[in-house]
C-alpha cells in the first residue's frame, strides 16, 4: 500500500462554480529523487502566485512503512484549464526551468513515466 506526503504545506481554498483538476504522476529515477524533489520544492510558491490557481499541491508517495519512495503526484485546481495547460505549463518560467531540468521524454531524463489528466469540474 502506497501513502502520500507533502512536500510542503497545504494550501486552503475557497471557490465555488467550475475549475479545472489537474492532476500528474512522476515516477522518478532512483539516483534522481533528491534533486526532483529539490527542484519541486521552487516551484510550488511560485506556481500558487499565478493568476488563476486556487490550489497547487505536491506530494511525495511513501510505502507502507513510511518511507519516501521514487514517485509523486500533484493536485492542481484552476479557474480555467487554460490558466493550467498554457499560462502555467508552456509559459510560466519557474515551469519552463523545472521541465528544462527534469528533461521529461529525454533520454537522459530523471523521469521514468510521467502522466497527467485534468478534468473540468464543479467545486461543492
Given at each position: 500500500m502506497k501513502f502520500l506526503i507533502s512536500i510542503l504545506s497545504l494550501s486552503i481554498f475557497a471557490h465555488a462554480g467550475q475549475v479545472f483538476k489537474g492532476y500528474a504522476h512522476f515516477k522518478v529515477k532512483p539516483e534522481f529523487v533528491d534533486q526532483f524533489r529539490y527542484e519541486?520544492?521552487?516551484i510550488i510558491a511560485p506556481t500558487?502566485?499565478?493568476?488563476g490557481c486556487?490550489?497547487?499541491e505536491a506530494y511525495q508517495v511513501v510505502n507502507e512503512k513510511g518511507a519516501p519512495i521514487n514517485e509523486f503526484v500533484f493536485h492542481e485546481i484552476w479557474k480555467t484549464k487554460n490558466d493550467m495547460m498554457i499560462d502555467h505549463k508552456e509559459k510560466a518560467p519557474h515551469m519552463i526551468h523545472f521541465f528544462s531540468k527534469v528533461k521529461v521524454g529525454e533520454k537522459d531524463s530523471w523521469v521514468e513515466s510521467f502522466n497527467v489528466s485534468g478534468?473540468?469540474?464543479n467545486q461543492l
Open positions: 519541486v520544492g521552487k500558487r502566485k499565478e493568476k486556487i490550489s497547487y478534468l473540468e469540474v
